[in-house]
């Protein structure tokens, strides 16, 4: 598969939630996190997303699939499978990815709705790599 960059396939952040949509008890902590980011990744960053929805989402035109394998970041990956979902736009915060995961999202002729087969998928990875974020006695090794 050819490689290039695509800057609407980089890490930025997709969305920066209003208070009133988010759920009062974590609000605060939400908004702290996103606001932790320079004003101008927030302000470019639904712009890319828009574009990356555009380019990497969706059913394709005529009788050919179409294969995208978009090597991205944490946030990106949560935007598009909180679209996939139809969840709120503030929902990307919160499905967080890990290192070198693998998540995959079909979208199935116009009329169906899209679906997430598989998100943050590590089982390619040797169990040393397979990093959670979780302490040792919640991760699962086998």
């Known amino acids: 598969v050819p490689a290039h960059v695509c800057e ?3 890490d930025y952040v997709p969305y920066t ?7 009062a008890e974590s609000a605060d902590f939400l908004l702290d996190f996103v606001h932790g980011f320079p004003p101008d990744e927030r302000a470019r960053g639904p712009l890319l997303a ?12 005529g009788p050919e699939d179409r294969h995208e394998l978009v090597v991205t970041h944490n946030f990106l990956i949560g935007w598009l499978v909180r679209a996939a ?7 990307w915060l919160g499905l967080n990815q ?9 979208y199935p002729p116009p009329g169906r709705p899209p679906s997430v087969l598989f998100s943050n998928d590590m089982a390619h990875l040797p169990a040393p790599l397979r990093w959670t974020g979780y302490p040792p006695e919640l991760r699962i090794t086998s």
């Open 17 to 23: 939630p209003h208070r009133a949509e988010l759920p």
């Open 50 to 61: 828009r574009t990356a929805e555009e380019r990497f989402t969706g059913p394709v035109d």
């Open 98 to 106: 890990c290192n070198a995961a693998l998540t995959v999202i079909r």
């Open 85 to 91: 979902l139809d969840a709120p736009k503030w929902r």
């Open 8 to 10: 609407p396939a980089g």
